[in-house]
């Protein structure tokens, strides 16, 4: 039996575990902790962070693959050395784990991108909002996710906490700072590409952020079919062959107010913006990645009916576990599809997401909507 090992124990891996049973894969997972949403595949419990722990973890695997992207470089290296396959694999990883060095890349690739600097004190930050109409975003360049480690600002001081932390050991030593892009909606173009080369991509879906945190994704996106698609298939394809990226991956961009593309972020992993796919799609976001990682031809992407609306269930109920609203739920939307994450409900926290497919988006939008509504008090 082909053995695949997932390092990360949350709900990436765990969305994993029914494409591992169907396609007879013995699907493996080294959670940080126990009880996590992978509980199911967890074969092992242990840091990430350490080589030894990693290595006993990947000496009877076929390939390690990812539920996250903080695996660090020397982890990474260390079971390349020993001779494990890793998809994604370190040089790729490395720019997914490194918001600067990505857009060092990505504009060295040419790629569209926002415009952007290293800054290193607040006088460098200064200098960039004098020339960039007085607004900027300033980003961390590791560990920020779902709106954490940015910040929109019209003053250096507001980010003098992180410059301060910058003087620490290990902290890094500068911020990313990039224009406040005037955009309309925000899109995302998910991959997969094979270690031999195969790549196919998913429609174009337009993701809905509230908070910082993806509330909802509509696949495909409205209004994407043509130059849209394109350019956004052109811009990932790119990514790809120029990063070197193996497995699902998402590239997350802006529609700007001028009717451009510019790349945001890069996900080398199954992505928020691909839920759907579980329902929607000829071939799940999940199964295709456990393909691709193995090197296997990888599945049709297109849809299974017009329109699909992903929602996720942020928080949960304020008291008990979402499957206490099942009976509710699941009469008044009969159609939709609810996946649960088994994770505690917690204000903020992503524990689910529903999906709901038809011929009709406002139809299909309510549909997943109010089916969610259940879940979130």
């Given at each position: 039996?082909?053995?695949?090992?997932?390092?990360?124990?949350?709900?990436?891996?765990?969305?994993?575990?029914?494409?591992?049973?169907?396609?007879?894969?013995?699907?493996?997972?080294?959670?940080?902790?126990?009880?996590?949403?992978?509980?199911?595949?967890?074969?092992?419990?242990?840091?990430?962070?350490?080589?030894?722990?990693?290595?006993?973890?990947?000496?009877?695997?076929?390939?390690?693959?990812?539920?996250?992207?903080?695996?660090?470089?020397?982890?990474?290296?260390?079971?390349?050395?020993?001779?494990?396959?890793?998809?994604?694999?370190?040089?790729?990883?490395?720019?997914a784990q490194d918001k600067l060095l990505m857009r060092q890349k990505l504009s060295d690739l040419g790629l569209p991108v926002p415009v952007w600097a290293r800054i290193e004190t607040e006088a460098d930050l200064q200098a960039f909002l004098d020339a960039n109409g007085g607004h900027a975003v300033v980003?961390?360049?590791?560990?920020?996710?779902?709106?954490?480690?940015?910040?929109?600002?019209?003053?250096?001081?507001?980010?003098?906490?992180?410059?301060?932390?910058?003087?620490?050991?290990?902290?890094?030593?500068?911020?990313?700072?990039?224009?406040?892009?005037?955009?309309r909606r925000e899109l995302a173009q998910l991959a997969a590409r094979r270690p031999s080369g195969e790549l196919v991509l998913w429609p174009v879906v337009e993701s809905i952020q509230r908070d910082g945190v993806c509330a909802e994704v509509i696949a495909p996106a409205p209004g994407s079919a043509g130059p849209i698609a394109t350019v956004a298939g052109q811009i990932a394809t790119e990514v790809a062959t120029g990063l070197g990226v193996t497995g699902v991956f998402a590239v997350e961009l802006f529609e700007t107010s001028d009717d451009r593309l510019l790349v945001n972020e890069l996900a080398m992993r199954p992505h928020n913006s691909g839920h759907w796919t579980q329902n929607g799609s000829t071939t799940s976001q999940f199964e295709q990645h456990l393909r691709a990682v193995l090197d296997l031809p990888l599945g049709a992407t297109g849809c299974t009916e017009p329109h699909t609306v992903m929602i996720n269930i942020l928080g949960g109920p304020a008291e008990g576990a979402l499957s206490d609203r099942y009976g509710r739920a699941l009469a008044s939307h009969p159609t939709v599809k609810v996946h649960n994450y088994g994770k505690e409900p917690r204000p903020g926290r992503k524990v689910g997401h529903v999906n709901a497919s038809g011929r009709e988006l406002d139809v299909v939008t309510y549909e997943a909507r109010a089916a969610a509504a259940f879940f979130q008090d």
């Open positions: 039996m082909v053995r695949v090992g997932v390092i990360g124990g949350g709900q990436l891996a765990r969305m994993m575990i029914p494409a591992a049973v169907n396609l007879g894969i013995d699907l493996r997972v080294l959670a940080e902790a126990d009880g996590m949403a992978a509980r199911l595949a967890a074969t092992a419990v242990g840091d990430y962070h350490d080589v030894d722990t990693v290595l006993a973890f990947a000496s009877d695997v076929d390939v390690i693959t990812f539920d996250h992207e903080h695996v660090p470089q020397d982890v990474l290296r260390a079971l390349v050395d020993a001779g494990v396959k890793v998809h994604p694999g370190p040089e790729a990883l490395l720019y980003k961390t360049p590791r560990g920020g996710y779902d709106g954490k480690g940015v910040r929109v600002v019209t003053a250096a001081h507001e980010v003098s906490d992180w410059f301060t932390v910058l003087a620490e050991p290990g902290a890094g030593d500068a911020l990313l700072v990039e224009e406040l892009v005037d955009f």
